[in-house]
């Protein structure tokens, strides 16, 4: 059964960093690019950051570039994204998402259960 655990949110002070991640399994983790979302009170739900199944490429939403950072240890089958500078606009629920594709065709396409960020002082 395929899992994507997603943890590490909370609540943190603006200006303050803060570790998210997303555990997989039921999957072969090293095939799929990885990315977080996520989606404040409504708001829609927005790409985060995203990085490629090697860990080679990466990209991030106009909003966090320079402050977040998404890496892999596909010998972990873990995601993360490292969140510095935080501001109250980053307070959402983030959520891990998995995606295995060719051209147009989705063979996989998964999702976490949410992580709440609070960002407030």
């Known amino acids: 059964q395929v899992q994507l655990v997603d943890a590490g949110g909370g609540l943190v002070q603006p200006g303050g960093p803060l570790r998210l991640s997303c555990a997989a399994s039921?999957?072969?983790?090293?095939?799929?690019?990885m990315s977080w979302y996520r989606q404040a009170p409504g708001r829609e739900r927005e790409l985060v950051a995203g990085i490629a199944s090697s860990g080679g490429s990466t990209n991030y939403a106009d909003s966090v570039k320079g402050r977040f950072t998404i890496s892999r240890d596909n010998a972990k089958n873990t995601v993360y994204l490292q969140m510095t500078s935080l501001k109250p606009e980053d307070t959402a629920v983030y959520y891990c998402n998995a995606l295995r594709r060719a051209l147009t065709i989705i063979y996989g396409d998964y999702w976490g259960q949410g992580t709440q960020v609070t960002v407030s002082s």
């Open positions: 039921g999957f072969t983790f090293s095939s799929y690019f």
